[in-house]
């Protein structure tokens, strides 16, 4: 058989030439059917016995959705992550049995504690025992394989009968789109999906299927909040998820800077507020002055105001005694208790469940009317002003200053690798996934726009980032963003393979190797573990922490996987001209790069 590059000769042409109506002759095909009702553009799956129709119908049947072809499931599932934090929309993911679905857990579960929308669809079996081949159709099929994902996902089904197959994959669809979003996973048979249709199978209208709504604020809660405002002395607003509705950014700033609230990102998830901007205080000790604070998204908020001894794990709040919580947001929603993801409660004043969006809005609406006539109110607006900003603006020194006395450190130091990829990023509309360097980023870049920073998954689990980065590089494929991965190594090391997925379908991105040749959290615990014993802590560390001996060239490594690989760069002094080589590539050519960069631990 002649092999062709098929992906190549039809990479990636507009989707809306792509799409066309069929008649459905087998039960894969409906499946495709159905999600090109749906709308859904990409699929993504490392490719599986189970669903051999569905991406048989997927490539003969019909050219939509795109099938990405990923090296591993954790990859497929990471892709559909970061196209979905992107492009504000899920696209589907095909999962082959009960081992594919164990490779997909880790990324799943990240997906869940940060709320991310998936459209799952699994394949086991076949169920009719009569058509299962000896040994592998038996050890790869469970009774119903849903219940090992079960507890982190939004919703699941096995779809006993091939004529449910539509309602079941629009129920996902929707239920994984409504507020709070999450994963939905639905499980077909293997058996009926390589069979035809005998009888005509109506495919449920989405545009009829709807979801129920989040409310909003009732106008007594909102009129409580504005009179909280108004009385406070030094208010702050702590933030966390808000910015993936891209509206609530500038309507954030527009209520910081109605009431002079200095507004603290927590998580560096997303971006939620220009952190160039002079009510921007996330960083320094303002939570400390603060006698009201509203948490807005924020399912993390115990860390956000608490301060953590490593050594000891005990962690102490940096609030007031007298400062009043408020929290609005959707997290509590959406509880389940397998997974401790919901964190510790936080005492508070106001809880409320509530589109924060419409809550900023209309809070926005009440501080403006309780202005007029209250001259008391706008003059304290009018003094804090400055101070917010002086603090803003002392910090940005301080670590400006702290920057310049690193900037010849070699291994290269991560205030030299942020500050001198910045200067080569900031020429061109950009993207950010990743690390963000412990706040370096966050010190010397400026994160104006809405979508301009995708983090790491709050759920800590390794080999995320770079699937994530590749999922959001693909929703802003041909749209002319220049998208960056800050790539930790160790992280790297849990799924290397998605480069060859990037270098494949020629998606562009830049990968930047946060190279400190160590799993520094862990190693940094055990020399935490080690001190507090007076025992040899560099040895605690180095056994089991350093990524030495051999150290890992990963400009080679991704050479091999076909992406143009730059460095191992350990002067700071080759580093601008070699960031700058490998931006150009990038954007000239459209295809993916990685750049080596050996840095400090920390």
Same mark, same amino acid.
């Given at each position: ?17 792509? #799409? ?21 553009? !990409? ?130 669809? #929707? ?9 939905? !996973? %639905? ?14 199978? @109506?495919?449920?209208? @989405? ?111 940096? &609030?007031?005694? $007298? ?12 509880? #389940? ?50 101070? &917010? ?95 960056? $991965? ?67 060239? !990963? ?36 295809? @993916?790069?990685? %750049? ?7």
């Amino acid at each position: 058989m002649e092999r062709k590059n098929y992906a190549i000769l039809q990479r990636f042409k507009v989707m809306a030439d792509l #799409k066309k109506e069929g008649n459905p002759i087998y039960y894969s095909d409906l499946v495709v059917e159905t999600l090109q009702k749906l709308d859904i553009d !990409y699929i993504s799956a490392n490719i599986g016995a189970t669903f051999r129709g569905v991406w048989e119908s997927l490539v003969n049947y019909s050219d939509s959705p795109f099938p990405i072809h990923a090296g591993h499931e954790e990859v497929a599932v990471g892709i559909a992550d970061g196209y979905a934090r992107a492009a504000h929309k899920p696209m589907a993911v095909l999962i082959h049995d009960l081992v594919g679905l164990q490779h997909a857990a880790m990324a799943i579960y990240n997906a869940w504690c940060d709320r991310i929308p998936l459209l799952l669809i699994g394949a086991t079996g076949p169920m009719e025992t009569g058509k299962r081949r000896p040994w592998i159709d038996w050890v790869h099929t469970a009774s119903i394989p849903n219940t090992s994902i079960r507890d982190y996902v939004k919703w699941d089904d096995f779809v006993f009968a091939a004529s449910d197959i539509p309602e079941s994959i629009v129920r996902a669809y #929707k239920t994984t789109t409504a507020e709070p979003q999450g994963a939905s !996973y %639905v499980c077909l048979d293997a058996g009926y999906l390589d069979e035809r249709i005998t009888t005509p199978v @109506p495919i449920p209208d @989405p545009g009829n299927m709807k979801m129920g709504k989040i409310g909003v604020l009732p106008a007594e809660v909102t009129d409580e909040l504005a009179e909280l405002v108004s009385k406070a002395a030094f208010p702050v607003i702590i933030v966390e998820r808000t910015g993936r509705n891209p509206k609530s950014v500038e309507a954030l700033v527009k209520l910081s800077e109605l009431a002079s609230i200095p507004v603290i990102t927590h998580g560096r998830d997303v971006t939620n507020f220009p952190n160039m901007h002079p009510f921007d205080l996330s960083g320094t000790n303002a939570l400390e002055k603060a006698d009201l604070v509203i948490a807005l998204d924020c399912p993390g908020l115990e860390k956000a105001i608490s301060k953590t001894d490593k050594t000891t794990r005990l962690s102490k709040s940096l &609030l007031r005694a $007298d400062a009043t919580v408020v929290r609005i947001g959707l997290e509590d929603l959406w509880l #389940k208790s397998w997974s401790a993801d919901f964190q510790r409660m936080v005492p508070s004043y106001i809880s409320y469940s509530a589109d924060t969006y419409a809550f900023i809005t209309e809070l926005h609406k009440k501080i403006r009317i309780k202005l007029d006539g209250n001259p008391e109110f706008r003059s304290s607006i009018e003094n804090r002003a400055p101070v &917010l900003e002086k603090i803003h603006h002392e910090a940005m020194e301080s670590w400006k200053n702290r920057a310049l006395q690193e900037w010849n450190e070699s291994p290269v130091s991560l205030s030299r690798l942020a500050s001198s990829l910045w200067e080569q990023v900031r020429k061109h509309d950009w993207v950010l996934v990743g690390s963000e360097l412990y706040g370096w980023c966050h010190h010397t870049w400026s994160f104006e726009k809405p979508d301009s920073y995708f983090g790491r998954s709050t759920g800590g689990g390794l080999g995320t980032i770079l699937p994530i980065a590749l999922g959001v590089a693909l929703a802003n494929k041909g749209k002319g963003k220049l998208v960056v $991965d800050i790539q930790p190594d160790g992280d790297f090391l849990f799924s290397p393979v998605a480069l060859w997925s990037a270098a494949h379908y020629e998606i562009p991105l830049l990968v930047v190797m946060f190279n400190n040749r160590a799993y520094y959290n862990d190693a940094e615990h055990n020399k935490l573990v080690a001190k507090s014993r007076n025992r040899d802590e560099a040895k605690a560390f180095s056994v089991g922490g350093d990524i030495l001996e051999p150290a890992i060239d !990963y400009s080679k490594m991704a050479e091999s996987y076909g992406v143009k690989g730059f460095g191992p760069i350990e002067n700071p002094q080759d580093l601008d001209k070699i960031l700058e080589q490998a931006v150009e590539y990038v954007t000239r050519e459209n295809k @993916p790069a990685l %750049v080596d960069v050996v840095c400090q631990l920390r």
